[in-house]
């Protein structure tokens, strides 16, 4: 097993970011700044939640570990809500992904948690990173779902607003953007699944690797995680943009940008 | 019979009028009077109050959609959901609106045309044909011939004489005093959101 790294070796890969924001500099892409501040977050992030874990894991109770959770899911709520272009007015913005999302990830966790059986079934070491990276899946998927949903809906208000006018419902009318949010919002789960091992190698099975298991069983937990991100991404990413349809149209069929920002 | 009803939504309105079958109203008034919102109320596209019925039945007790295809509203820029121009048609619409769509002075093959080919113009009559496609009791126009050139207006208004002859009540927003004289049985202006 290899021996995590120290502060000297993680200076080397800060090092790395560092050119990456001189690039941006000398381009004038304006980016250096939010590049550096993303690395810094990172490090107090994870610095932070090493620390937390080792605490929760040490207590030995569901309780934490469930608060957890639900701390990683309200950030993912925040994270959906603040991608957002053209957000949903009022505390829809953060409660509808963020529902949605909540959603998913419970199902999918709940799947894993049958598959795997850890003992108990609130075992830190299975439940948080599994809630973790279905989270990050699904949060992905949904804001860009989201946003590709109200900027469509934007874009092509003349069009919708004609089908409505010539007695469409406002499913019939929604129907093509719906199908095109629901798409963009899958492809990144489904590329992933595509390009898992023949180009990428996923960052569960890198850890796992790297930390000294054996690949096989690696790539067997890949394959199952991907499972569960594929299920979790499709549910989030519909409901998401199903419920966004009905809280842009009314029960009369009329299209409600005014509920848009 | 339309009847209008005190409609009304925040800084629009109130709103009456009461038109019989074959009748023509002008909606005339500047421009952001709110001539297209009263359109718009009409057809339940924007959220009001009052009462619209059309012969005897209430707006609400109709579903939006039934509602929408009897008292049609056409938008001054009306849109496209599809590529073909055939797609926003039945599939016996180049059949059964065949005399009209010579009379607006659009050639037979226009259902294949793509619409990022159409001029303007031809936007403007095809979303007239598409609107009269569906066979509305109540046309709601808002500036139905504002990009057309003199031959192509004479057509358009002839178009919606015949069904206006046939019955089809029309509320016809319009900036040609011309327009207004060949077409309108009626005519309520509008000045800063109310009947003037």
Redesign the interface.
């Known amino acids: 097993m290899s021996p995590s790294p120290g502060p000297l070796d993680l200076a080397l890969g800060a090092g790395f970011v560092l050119v990456n924001a001189g690039l941006s500099a000398a381009l004038g892409l304006g980016l250096s700044r939010t590049v550096l501040v993303a690395a810094c977050r990172l490090v107090a992030q994870l610095t932070l939640v090493g620390l937390v874990l080792r605490t929760v894991f040490g207590l030995g109770a569901p309780g934490p570990v469930i608060a957890v959770v639900a701390v990683m899911a309200l950030a993912a709520a925040y994270e959906i809500g603040a991608r957002q272009e053209r957000p949903l007015r009022g505390a829809w913005r953060y409660l509808l992904g963020g529902a949605v999302t909540a959603g998913a990830t419970v199902i999918a966790v709940a799947v894993g948690l049958a598959a795997l059986r850890p003992q108990p079934w609130w075992d830190p070491h299975a439940l948080i990173p599994l809630a973790g990276i279905v989270l990050g899946s699904v949060m992905s998927g949904v804001a860009i779902g989201l946003n590709g949903f109200t900027g469509g809906v934007r874009r092509?208000?003349?069009?919708?607003?004609?089908?409505?006018?010539?007695?469409?419902?406002r499913d019939e009318?929604l129907a093509?953007l719906i199908r095109s949010a629901i798409r963009a919002g899958l492809i990144p789960v489904l590329n992933q699944m595509a390009a898992a091992g023949l180009i990428t190698l996923p960052g569960m099975m890198t850890g796992q690797i790297l930390a000294g298991q054996d690949p096989q069983g690696a790539a067997a937990a890949q394959i199952l995680i991907l499972f569960l991100l594929a299920g979790a991404s499709g549910l989030g990413v519909t409901g998401a943009v199903f419920l966004a349809a009905r809280r842009l149209t009314?029960a009369?069929?009329?299209?409600r940008l005014e509920r848009l920002g | 019979m339309l009847r209008i009803e005190s409609l009304r939504r925040d800084r629009f309105g109130p709103f009456d009028l009461a038109l019989a079958p074959g009748e023509v109203c002008a909606v005339t008034g500047p421009s952001g009077s709110g001539k297209s919102v009263f359109l718009r109320m009409i057809?339940?596209?924007?959220?009001s109050e009052g009462r619209v019925s059309l012969d005897e039945i209430d707006r609400d007790a109709v579903?939006?959609?039934?509602w929408?295809?009897r008292v049609?509203?056409?938008?001054a820029?009306?849109?496209?959901?599809a590529e073909t121009v055939a797609e926003h048609f039945s599939a016996d619409a180049p059949a059964s609106l065949a005399r009209e769509r010579a009379a607006l002075r659009l050639p037979e093959d226009v259902f294949g045309w793509p619409v990022a080919r159409l001029s303007t113009g031809e936007r403007q009559r095809l979303?007239l044909l598409?609107?009269l496609a569906?066979g509305p009791k109540v046309l709601l126009l808002d500036e139905p011939t504002a990009s057309l050139d003199p031959v192509s207006v004479r057509g358009a208004e002839a178009v919606i004489q015949e069904r206006r002859a046939a019955g089809l009540i029309v509320l016809l927003v319009s900036h040609d005093p011309a327009q207004v004289a060949r077409l309108a049985t009626g005519r309520l202006a509008v000045a800063g959101g109310r009947a003037a």
Do not use: Q, S, V
């Not at chain 1, 208000?157 to 007695?167: N, Y």
């Not at chain 2, 820029?77 to 959901?81: A, H, K, Q, R």
């Open positions: 092509e208000r003349a069009a919708i607003e004609a089908r409505l006018a010539l007695g469409a419902t009318a093509p009314d009369r069929h009329r299209l | 057809a339940d596209l924007d959220p579903p939006a959609p039934l929408r295809r049609t509203y056409l938008a820029e009306p849109g496209w959901w979303a598409r609107a569906g």
